[in-house]
């Protein structure tokens, strides 16, 4: 791989890592209280 090509893989995975973690971010806003989600209980297992 060229440097062209390491500065587009690593955007590209600064992206997806950004878009899973709002993804998140926005479900736990919009979950009804007393709902506990699989990854909440990930989560706090970690």
């Known amino acids: 791989m060229n440097k062209k ?3 587009i893989a ?3 995975i600064i992206s997806f ?3 899973i973690i ?3 971010y926005t479900i ?3 979950k009804p209280k ?3 989600y699989n990854i909440e ?3 706090r297992k970690l």
């Open 5 to 7: 090509e390491k500065i």
């Open 41 to 43: 209980k990930f989560m």
């Open 10 to 12: 690593i955007c590209f």
């Open 28 to 30: 736990n806003l919009n």
């Open 22 to 24: 709002s993804s998140i």
């Open 17 to 19: 890592i950004s878009v």
């Open 34 to 36: 007393n709902n506990i």
